[in-house]
Nanobody
């Protein structure tokens, strides 16, 4: 079982990026999907999660700027990141909580925001 994350890149402060995460199993088999990030020298931290029921959670630092969503037809979860700041620079990891397979992690995608 894999989570394929994509969409990272280098942008300037104030710009936007859209991250995508596509699991190799049906998204309906994953109770909660989310995004975490890890900046150099720091611990991995939660960015946002979304349950199958549609409940969402955001880190205070990204509230109002980031939006997590999912497209069932495309079996994909997205993280729309607007008004990016240099402090958002990190490797972003997709995570899925599956009843059958436990906690699943994607390979990470680099987001770099220049000032």
């Amino acid at each position: 079982v894999q989570l394929q994350a994509s969409g990272g890149g280098l942008v300037q402060a104030g710009e936007s990026l859209l991250l995508s995460c596509a699991p190799s199993i049906s998204i309906f088999n994953i109770r909660t999907m989310g995004w975490y990030r890890q900046a150099p020298g720091k611990q991995r931290e939660l960015v946002s999660t979304r349950t199958t029921a549609g409940l969402t959670n955001y880190a205070d630092s990204v509230k109002g700027r980031f939006t997590i969503s999912r497209d069932n037809a495309k079996n994909t979860v997205y993280l729309q990141m607007n008004s990016l700041k240099p402090e958002d620079t990190a490797v972003y990891y997709c995570n899925g909580d599956s009843v059958r397979y436990g906690s699943l992690w994607g390979q990470g995608t680099q987001v770099t925001v220049s000032s």
